[in-house]
């Protein structure tokens, strides 16, 4: 086990899953992994105690705990951990992979074909993978060692209607059922992939061994918003990430731009309605050595254990991420090609959604 000596080294410039806010919440005091987190994050015991008195999510004691909706909830975060692959779905897309050159394509495919709306390719960077394992203790503080040269990245949708239902309990279901869609997105391909000799490894749930916004960014399917969260073409925020690194090599394809980072930064609209006050409304300044707005994730994560659910009032707000639809599509168009369109697109977004999120702040 790596102790608490080595969290961020100076030599280490990678981001380590041990601070993460769920790895944090998943220490137990008495336990080895606590105690060395501890030893090394004092700044943290505190604060991070205080939240693991409030009520857990998914459980009873949250402002919108809901029985029935809750617990269908739970029951598919569970069934991420007991996902079968269909061997007859893997024969047949080995066969096909077997009868092209043309992998990038055919993987594209297989991804589309399970639920993904976009999917992507990147040259993996080591800055992209965590450090250490945090999430588990019986694999704490172990050095993560990922040498695949790719990344494949998809997204799913969050359902807009459900969205539309933030903070309540709809929105948790919502996101336990593009997890799990995720997680058999992810698992089908690298299944697909080790079939064919590759080495794969799915990127899901409680088991990343990757950083995915700025991998999805690199693999093009769009950039990091004011709320610290990828904002996709089409879709805005309402997307789950999901990924499969892998030595398989196929052409990579480059970032985008849709005009996220100005229109971001005149909008302010995730931060204004964030209930928590989580989302920084300023300037961008600079967070363990990269430019960005922070979130002060113990204020967001405070608010979902006090109601119960993972709120999503900040993706839904978004005004990238309205319904998709060829109204919505073509303004987006225009505000990624023309920036000075920015302030009349907001202005007449606020307009129509402004006061829409109010009630729950």
Not at 182 to 190: G, H, P, Q, R
Request: charged share 25%; net charge positive.
């Amino acid at each position: 086990m790596s102790t608490g000596k080595d969290l961020f080294s100076k030599q280490n410039k990678k981001y380590d899953e041990r601070d993460t806010m769920f790895s944090r919440m998943a220490r137990k005091r008495g336990t080895p992994a606590y105690e060395d987190y501890y030893s090394c994050r004092k700044e943290y015991r505190e604060k991070d105690d205080h939240l693991r008195q409030l009520p857990r999510l998914l459980e009873p004691g949250g402002k919108y705990y809901h029985p029935q909706i809750t617990t269908e909830a739970r029951r598919i975060f569970d069934a991420i951990e007991k996902i079968s692959m269909d061997k007859q779905v893997i024969d047949s897309w080995a066969s096909r992979f077997k009868k092209t050159d043309n992998h990038k394509r055919l993987i594209h495919n297989l991804c589309r074909s399970l639920g993904a709306i976009r999917v992507g390719f990147a040259e993996l960077d080591q800055a992209f993978v965590y450090s250490h394992k945090g999430r588990f203790d019986e694999v704490y503080g172990r050095v993560i060692e990922l040498n695949h040269p790719t990344g494949i990245v998809f997204l799913v949708e969050m359902d807009f209607y459900a969205m539309q239902q933030a903070p309540r309990a709809q929105v948790i279901r919502e996101s336990a059922h593009q997890y799990y869609r995720a997680a058999k997105i992810a698992l089908t391909v690298e299944a697909l992939l080790q079939s064919l000799g590759y080495a794969a490894k799915a990127q899901y749930d409680a088991h990343y061994d990757l950083v995915l916004p700025p991998l999805a960014v690199a693999a093009g399917l769009g950039e990091v918003g004011r709320n610290n969260i990828l904002i996709s073409d089409g879709y805005g925020s309402r997307v789950r990430i999901g990924a499969i690194s892998t030595d398989l090599i196929v052409e990579y394809d480059h970032p985008v731009s849709l005009g996220v980072d100005h229109f971001c930064q005149i909008c302010k609209k995730c931060a204004e309605t964030c209930p928590s006050r989580a989302l920084d409304a300023e300037e961008k300044k600079m967070v363990n050595g990269e430019l960005k707005w922070s979130t002060n994730v113990e204020r967001c994560y405070a608010y979902w254990r006090g109601i119960g659910t993972d709120c999503g009032i900040c993706m839904a707000v978004c005004p990238f991420s309205h319904k998709y639809n060829w109204l919505h599509n073509l303004v987006r168009e225009i505000v990624y090609r023309f920036s000075w369109t920015h302030s009349l697109a907001l202005y007449l977004d606020n307009l129509i959604y402004r006061h829409k999120f109010r009630q729950n702040r």
